[in-house]
């Protein structure tokens, strides 16, 4: 069975992989990008990187209109729960654990976390999944860090990084990034939504191509890739 990733806009994913619908970093019904709205969003489980608005947005709504479990940092599951989120499951850097769709680690990221009521969201985090198809690491809100090569020796299929600079890493530190991760494709994210954040993502995909022996992935809000 096949798994589909569609790219939400910004940082959000809607992944379909073995019969389960996950979506990550839900930032839709205030989104300028986003292609769909919360309410139209079907998922099992929430994956939350961290506690900053454009990630966590829509998280609580989409989680109690589908009984949905969330996943995400200790500290982020505690808020949850406190606002009427029934399920969670707490987790931290470096630790992993089996869901019925597949194997979750929470891996670092060189970022900050603060919750949209200013408490304490624990620390930033990205998500290594691996799936029937392959191992998907989703670095979300990250700078460059040296142990991203530690990751890339898991055998990624799929990287989705951040280009957008300002909050994340920008186009170079980017490429550095495949050159350290070695996926087998990477698909630049968390650009284009405003324009502090914009970035011609074509020439960074050219970039990729010339200088990795890399597939780079150009999607726009709403389009799929499906690994097989």
Same mark, same amino acid.
């Given at each position: 069975?096949?798994?589909?990733?569609?790219?939400?806009?910004?940082? $959000?994913?809607?992944?379909?992989?073995?019969?389960?619908? !996950?979506?990550?970093?839900?930032?839709?019904?205030?989104?300028?990008?986003?292609?769909?709205? $919360?309410?139209?969003?079907?998922?099992?489980?929430?994956?939350?990187?961290?506690?900053?608005?454009?990630?966590?947005?829509?998280?609580?709504?989409?989680?109690?209109?589908?009984?949905?479990?969330?996943? $995400?940092?200790?500290?982020?599951?505690?808020?949850?729960?406190?606002?009427?989120?029934?399920?969670?499951?707490?987790?931290? !850097?470096?630790? $992993?654990?089996?869901?019925?769709?597949?194997?979750?680690?929470?891996?670092?990221?060189?970022?900050?976390?603060?919750?949209?009521?200013?408490?304490?969201?624990?620390?930033?985090?990205?998500?290594?999944?691996?799936?029937?198809?392959?191992?998907?690491?989703?670095?979300?809100?990250?700078?460059?860090?040296?142990?991203?090569?530690? !990751?890339?020796?898991?055998?990624?299929?799929?990287?989705?990084?951040?280009?957008?600079? %300002?909050?994340?890493?920008?186009?170079?530190?980017?490429?550095?990034?495949?050159?350290?991760?070695?996926?087998?494709?990477?698909?630049?994210?968390?650009? %284009?939504?405003?324009?502090? !954040?914009?970035?011609?993502?074509?020439?960074?995909?050219?970039?990729?191509?010339?200088?990795?022996?890399?597939?780079?992935?150009?999607?726009?809000?709403?389009?799929?890739?499906?690994?097989?």
């Amino acid at each position: 069975m096949a798994t589909e990733l569609q790219w939400l806009g910004h940082g $959000s994913w809607l992944i379909q992989t073995n019969g389960t619908r !996950i979506v990550l970093d839900p930032f839709l019904d205030d989104s300028p990008v986003a292609p769909v709205k $919360s309410h139209q969003v079907q998922a099992e489980y929430v994956l939350v990187s961290h506690g900053h608005f454009d990630h966590i947005a829509d998280a609580e709504k989409i989680a109690k209109a589908n009984q949905a479990t969330v996943i $995400s940092t200790y500290e982020i599951c505690e808020w949850l729960a406190k606002r009427g989120v029934e399920k969670t499951h707490g987790m931290n !850097i470096g630790g $992993s654990y089996t869901f019925p769709f597949g194997r979750v680690k929470m891996t670092p990221a060189v970022h900050t976390s603060m919750l949209p009521d200013g408490s304490y969201g624990g620390v930033a985090a990205g998500f290594l999944l691996t799936l029937p198809e392959g191992k998907v690491y989703f670095a979300c809100d990250t700078g460059l860090f040296l142990d991203m090569q530690l !990751i890339g020796q898991e055998g990624l299929t799929l990287a989705a990084l951040p280009i957008g600079d %300002n909050f994340t890493m920008g186009p170079e530190d980017a490429l550095q990034a495949v050159k350290f991760l070695h996926p087998k494709m990477v698909v630049p994210v968390h650009a %284009n939504t405003w324009p502090l !954040i914009a970035q011609d993502v074509h020439a960074w995909a050219e970039r990729v191509y010339k200088e990795t022996a890399v597939k780079a992935v150009v999607l726009e809000p709403g389009e799929s890739l499906t690994l097989q």
